[in-house]
């Protein structure tokens, strides 16, 4: 079965290849055979997981 990642308008090949492949581990996630757009919260999601300490608010907030 065919799970296909989509991304758009990003500034560089290298972070458009990565939002990609973001998107396709989800679809495959999904149960694979289906495609997923690129959604920000896929990033953060991705973050999230390698770096799990990290306070990741607006820096204004952090300071509170």
């Known amino acids: 079965s065919a799970s296909i990642g989509i991304a758009v308008g990003v500034d560089s090949p290298e972070e458009l290849l990565s939002n990609a492949d973001l998107a396709m581990h989800d679809a495959k996630g999904g149960g694979g055979s289906r495609y997923e757009l690129f959604r920000r919260d896929l990033h953060l999601a ?7 300490d990290q ?7 952090r300071a509170q």
């Open 46 to 52: 991705m973050t999230d997981r390698l770096e799990p």
């Open 55 to 61: 306070d990741r608010r607006p820096r204004e907030l």
